[in-house]
């Protein structure tokens, strides 16, 4: 399995009564339904939003096998309507486009749709998550896990490429928005010296002040002074032009598709930044938003989030071995997942 495989299916939405438009990307259901975010972004047109949403859907592939999910991998990428909308009607639209699919996709919060969407969507379709929380059970804002899950991996890799804790190290965090202000916050609490860069600058300036950090352009972010960088913001942030720029020798973030092409992997190797792989360390949130549709407790959802730790360890193990490429690691276990077909994912059997 790797992204070049086509997806299953590809759904196009156009209701120009609601303004949804968009689509809706079915990766693969080998190992479960296909689950992953709905994203709702300006897009230029339907030809970039289609392209990013079938890379980001082969990331849920990858991201849900790697996590011991059994479920598939999707997304959802709406386009910002240019006219005003009703966010209403966009996301009653948007589930009913969902229930059509009898659950072979579900879906959940990404950028730019939040719980209070994804409760729009569940007036139409059993098949969503990210819903407000109930009585302990999981559910909620899936954000805060990812971070979780982000900052565990993130221990493993400065440890294991700088020989130091988490105190010991500045860290240049791009993006403090759902999970960059959650990451931040642990990061702080771990004692971590922060650079932050974020494009809204109240919110920059309000984080700058809680945690002490220092503020710094976007464009700067990435040659910063600092042991680690990061991503938590859009995709791409990893191309030829930034990775022979950057000072930290871990890269360890939130942000989805962080790799704007996979020559850049290869450039972090030779460079010998140790690039811990998106889909492996932001597992957390769905890692939630799977046992809220699966009716998991939220203790096993906080062993899974931990367990994020190990499963970098024996990716970069099998990339040191190999002498490959964490990326390619990553990758190379995923497939292994996938064809493999691991047993018994319908629902009801892995409910734990
Ligand atoms: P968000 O929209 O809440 O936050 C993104 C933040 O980045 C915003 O505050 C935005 O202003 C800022 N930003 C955008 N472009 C920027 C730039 N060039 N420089 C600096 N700041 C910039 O999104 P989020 O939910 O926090 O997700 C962040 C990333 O993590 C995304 O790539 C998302 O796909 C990925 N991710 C999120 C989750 C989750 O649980 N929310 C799970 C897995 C992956």
């Known amino acids: 399995m790797d992204e070049l495989m086509p997806p299953e299916a590809v759904v196009r939405l156009d209701d120009p009564q609601t303004g949804l438009r968009g689509f809706i990307v079915l990766h693969s259901t080998a190992l479960g339904p296909a689950a992953g975010g709905c994203r709702l972004w300006r897009y230029a047109d339907e030809a970039s939003a289609s392209e990013d949403a079938v890379r980001l859907a082969a990331g849920m592939t990858m991201k849900n ?35 059509a699919l009898d659950g072979r ?23 969503v998550a990210g819903l407000p929380q109930q009585g302990g059970k999981p559910g909620g804002d ?34 403090v928005g759902h999970v960059g202000m959650a990451l931040c916050e642990l990061l702080h609490a771990a004692g971590a010296r922060l650079v932050i860069a974020e494009a809204r600058s109240e919110v920059a300036a309000r984080a700058a002040t ?68 998106d889909y492996v360390v932001n597992a957390g949130g769905i890692i939630n938003v799977a046992a809220e549709y699966l009716g998991w407790s939220q ?13 970098l360890s024996q990716v970069l193990d099998v990339a040191e071995g190999r002498g ?29």
Not at 299 to 311: E, N
């Open 105 to 127: 996709y579900v879906t959940a919060e990404d950028v730019g749709t939040a719980v209070e969407d994804m409760a729009l969507v569940a007036q139409h379709t059993p098949h």
């Open 142 to 175: 899936p954000s805060p896990w990812t971070a979780l899950g982000v900052i565990r991996a993130m221990e493993v890799a400065v440890r294991r490429r700088l020989g130091r804790s988490l105190s010991e190290v500045t860290v240049a965090v791009q993006g």
């Open 210 to 277: 809680r945690f002490g950090a220092d503020l710094v352009s976007s464009r700067a972010i990435t040659t910063v002074p600092a042991d680690v960088f990061a991503p938590c913001a859009l995709g791409g942030v990893l191309n030829m032009a930034t990775v022979p720029t950057l000072t930290a020798k871990v890269v360890c973030g939130a942000a989805n598709n962080q790799l704007a092409m996979p020559e850049a992997a290869a450039l972090l190797a030779r460079r010998k930044v140790l690039y811990a792989p």
């Open 299 to 311: 203790q096993s959802v906080s062993v899974r989030v931990d367990g994020i730790a190990d499963r």
């Open 324 to 352: 490959i490429s964490p990326e390619r690691a990553a990758a190379l276990l995923a497939r292994q997942e996938v064809v493999g077909g691991r047993p018994g994912c319908d629902k009801t059997a892995l409910a734990a």
């Open 65 to 99: 096998a790697l996590a011991g999910l059994p479920l598939g991998g999707g997304k959802a990428v709406l386009m910002l309507p240019d006219a005003p909308f009703s966010r209403t009607q966009l996301f009653e639209a948007f589930g009913r486009a969902v229930n």
